[in-house]
């Protein structure tokens, strides 16, 4: 069975406990004041912004939000952590007996939660061989650690709740979601049990997997380690171990008798934080349509999996999506083909706000392809055209006169002059030499420069051919 | 000759206002004053000659533009060392905080500057406010101006001997577990505790946050009172900073106390009280009776709980907020140590004094999971129940008056165990416990001439009443005396 805690760092301006900005990337030490340094005398004020997005996550979980929750003190001693103890929630966190549901292989779970509480980050220590150097920029940046129920049962499992997660946060704009700066890292409780056996098995804690590139690796790893163990007739020692992303390996940390005891104390220096209905009503009325709701519904509307699943990884992307639908309501699947298949392509990894075609240019181009105004192989130039141009669809079909010739009888007149033109190769199909039908109607498209719809060519170029 | 330094607060405020006295030669006469005295006294570790002249010069040169001055124009304060001042040395009496310049000033005194008060120095105290009796000092213990062979209290012991012998004319102290009101009665001196949240404690270094309170030392109830008034008020910084009008003292000192219902808790009242203090209390409760109030036993039956109760809280708050003197950012750290671990043990092992260490280990066991709820969650019922007493003689009484201390001033060196000087703090901490107001008024002296004071404790907010009270008593008895200079017990 496997636990997550993700720790999700907020996008709030200010520090959870300070007036000081929040960066990635500022001179070392560059974001402190008395407070973020635990200078003595300096006294922690509550950043409002943090609870907002911390129940603002609450809300999109389902959570039960707690009317006054409470911060403690997390005790222990190491050179980033300054007052010697991290503002925490203890035994009244904010949110708890969440859900978040996750898409697994096309089908919708729900992963349950345990809590949603807020807390400050620690710093960090650079290495440089004996001597270490410690930076607070990051200390007191407010976080969210989100932990799980023991649910998930697998490292795929966790992986996909990971992605959910991320999604979320950044679909409700309370985390910026950048994995590279850390906004979301994660440590997991794994435990293994034989099939069929009720009680779960002892707990091993598997810190520092960070970056979510880690999550399966680390896990699988954790999983063979325990069953090689306990099939080699060895007990799981209940431990914590650390994760080495580099190396793939996990190495014990601190071992059953070292349990770390952190003396928890409610913060004498901050009041419960108290969240009224206003406060609900307010931050209720900001929730966007949830990513997994989003997907049920584009999968509803026609969407392949696959799309779905890709345009919902991104709420801009996901808007996109919505505008251009919005635009040509009947051609969802073909505008989200195109988005994925064309559109994504172009950009190359750049944002969706980059694209050089407007959503409702290219609902005009779907709509064109599904209503037999152009095939989709012209479509694929009519698209390039847009790119560069700028243009709409509908006005580069007209302008270059791409519109498919749909009149039989012009397509006749076409066929007929082909075949004035190639009397012998006529002759042969006529004695059975079938394989020169593709010969006619290649000729008929080459002649019109495309724009007979290719099954139409195939008919006619079959009965002319034929006598009729 | 003119002893400027014999003046109370108000009336020197007054006088540079009115232009009758510069400040700065107000603050030259302190500043002799703390030459003359200290070396004998050992109030103040450490005093700001140019910073407190160049305050001087400024409240003058204000005054010659033609500026309105504020309420406390030139008057010459100290400020305990538990409490932090811009660039002026601050080490809460502690080695671990041995040249620490804070780069800021505590709410507090950024108030008095603004004020017009000058600061004159840091004044010496228990280490991190952890002590009755001013010798658990790292620097220097604090002799009592009234006999120098005896202790001045604690924890704010710089504070209120340095009133008592007038080398400052308003003093900050901080007031735990009653570390304003225990010294202001054993040197003779006014000393108030402020509603819990009345004073920011913004740039408090904290002992134990939910009971910590930053109040005035003074030379008569009126300069307290005049003091409060200009430090009190919510504060942005200070979460538990309470948002409530600055409380109109001053204007309420006169309004006497007929009809008031003072409050005698038989709790407070022991039949092995000292005499002497047991005398100072029927002495006040007979002046505030002759006054027009009226007097009414009540009984506060959870006082014998607050005392252990107290000693399960201040430790855990201190153990945690005592955590950050790691070595890492400020203060002292270790030479050479051996790795991590030795960086903290040997920095904190050597920094803190014994008495700090005490707490530090009493509150670490305390907050273990495994005794949390035995004794830190069961102090915190106590103290509900504490509270709940106060709210309900509150409801028949407008104050209560008490002992300060269990006995005088004692001989330095006297206190023979950490208990002993544990119990001296029982008619002070549950006012603590509370966060109501409490106001230590002087109340006579004993045969030998050591001062008594007597403990006015009020309802949350409610100062103006204790003052009232308060100035009552002290009319009645005569302002409380300078002490004696030379000292009486001086080899």
Known sequence: ?468 | MDDVTALTATTLAADVRAGRRSARAITDAFLDRIAATDGAIGAYLAVDVDGARAAADAVDAARARGEALGPLAGVPVGVKDVIVTRDLVTTAASKILAGWRPPYDATAVARLRAAGAVVLGKLGCDEFAMGSTGEQSAWRATANPWDLARVPGGSSSGSAAAMAVRSAALTLGTDTGGSIRQPAAFCGVVGLKPTYGRVSRWGAIAYASSLDQIGPLAATVADAALALEVIAGLDPRDATSIDAPAPALTAALDRGVRGLRVGLPREYLPDDLDPDVAAAVARARAILADAGATIVDVSLPHTRYALPAYYVIAPAEAASNLARYDGIRFGARAKDPADLDALYARTRGEGFGAEVIRRIMIGTYVLRAGSYDAYYRQAQQVRALVRRDFDRAFAEVDCVLAPVAPTPAWPTGATPTPLDMYRADVFTLACNLAGLPGLAVPCGATAAGLPLGVQLMGRPLDEATLCAAGQVIERATGPAPRAPWPPRGAA
């Open chain 1, 1 to 468: 069975m496997i636990g997550l805690e993700v720790h999700v760092q907020l996008a709030t301006a200010t520090k959870a406990f300070a007036p000081v900005p929040v960066a990635y990337g500022a001179p070392v030490n560059s974001l402190t004041d008395p407070i973020v340094l635990g200078m003595p005398g300096a006294l922690p004020t509550f950043n409002r912004a943090a609870l907002v997005a911390a129940v603002k996550l609450g809300l999109a979980t389902r959570s039960q939000i707690r009317a006054r929750s409470r911060f403690a003190r997390k005790h222990y001693f190491y050179p980033d952590l300054p007052k010697g103890y991290q503002i925490s929630q203890h035994d009244e966190p904010l949110c708890e007996h969440g859900a978040i549901d996750v898409w697994i292989a096309g089908a919708r779970h729900t992963v349950a939660l345990a809590r949603i509480h807020l807390e400050e980050d620690a710093g960090k220590l650079n290495h440089d061989g004996p001597i270490s150097r410690v930076d607070l920029n990051r200390a007191g940046v407010p976080l969210c650690e989100v932990v799980t129920e023991p649910v998930l049962r697998s490292a795929e499992q966790a992986f996909a709740y990971m992605k959910a997660l991320h999604r979320l946060v950044r679909a409700l704009g309370v985390c910026e979601g950048d994995l590279e700066k850390g906004h979301l890292r994660c440590d997991a409780n794994v435990s293994v049990r034989k099939v069929g056996a009720a009680a779960f098995g002892t707990r091993v804690e598997l810190k520092n997997i960070n970056s979510f590139r880690f999550v399966k690796a680390a896990i699988e790893h954790e999983i063979a380690r325990q069953i090689r163990v306990l099939e080699g007739g060895g007990q799981v020692e209940r431990e914590t171990r650390l994760w080495d992303g580099v190396a793939g390996i996990s190495q014990s940390m601190r071992g059953k008798e070292e349990v770390a005891d952190y003396r928890y104390l409610p913060d004498p220096d901050l009041p419960p934080l108290v969240v009224d209905a206003e406060l609900l009503a307010a931050v209720q009325a900001t929730l966007p349509e949830l990513p997994a709701d989003r997907l049920a519904r584009l999968v509803a509307a026609g969407l392949a999996f696959d799309d779905a699943d890709l345009l919902t990884s991104d709420a801009a992307l996901a808007d996109y999506l919505d505008a251009a639908v919005a635009a040509a309501p009947g051609s969802a699947r073909t505008i989200a083909t195109w988005i994925v298949n064309e559109l994504l392509r172009e950009l190359g990894g750049r944002p969706i706000a980059d694209s050089p075609v407007a959503a409702t240019a290219l609902a005009e181009l779907a709509a064109a392809i599904d209503d037999g105004t152009i095939s989709g192989k012209l479509g694929k130039d009519v698209f390039a055209k847009m790119v560069a141009t700028g243009d709409g669809a509908r006005a580069i079909i007209e302008r270059e006169g791409l519109r498919q010739i749909t009149d039989p009888a012009a397509v006749r007149a076409m066929a007929e002059a082909i075949v004035a033109a190639n009397p012998r190769q006529a002759e042969q199909y006529r004695a059975g030499k079938d394989s020169l039908l593709g010969f006619f109607v290649g000729q008929l498209m080459k002649a019109s420069g495309g724009r007979v719809n290719p099954q139409l060519a195939s008919d006619t170029m079959k009965a002319l051919l034929a006598g009729a």
